[in-house]
């Protein structure tokens, strides 16, 4: 199984910039890609960014040109930096890991850390 502890949420001003810090635990080696989600109350766990081993990212589109995601393969850690925040990325963050155990590809979930944007 793979653990994730997330860190670095907080308080910001609408234009200003937090980066978001993931570590992984466990069987590490078996990650086959790791991201961040997030969650409005109410809503939906939304996609905003992932990166693949190779390095490889993919973006939601309302993120694009201001999050960068980024990956330390030898710390087991993921990154989000974030840039240009906006009031409407007020979320809840999660760190995503996607690992596989024999034929069956599985998620892990951190805990979450609070993002608020404010004007």
């Known amino acids: 199984q793979v653990q994730l502890v997330e860190s670095g949420g907080g308080l910001v001003q609408a234009g200003g910039s937090l980066r978001l810090s993931c570590v992984a635990s466990?069987?590490?080696?078996?990650?086959?890609?790791m991201g961040w989600y997030r969650q409005a109350p109410g809503n939906q766990r939304e996609l905003v960014a992932t990166?693949?081993?190779?390095?490889?990212?993919n973006y939601a589109d309302s993120v694009k040109g201001r999050f960068t995601c980024s990956r330390d393969n030898a710390k087991n850690t993921v990154y989000l930096q974030m840039n240009s925040l906006k009031l409407e990325d007020t979320r809840i963050y999660y760190c995503?890991?996607?690992?596989?155990?024999?034929?069956?590809?599985?998620?892990?979930w951190g805990q979450g850390t609070q993002v608020t944007v404010s004007p």
């Open positions: 995503n890991a996607v690992y596989t155990v024999g034929y069956f590809d599985y998620d892990s």
């Open positions: 466990g069987s590490t080696d078996s990650i086959k890609a």
């Open positions: 990166i693949s081993n190779g390095g490889t990212t």
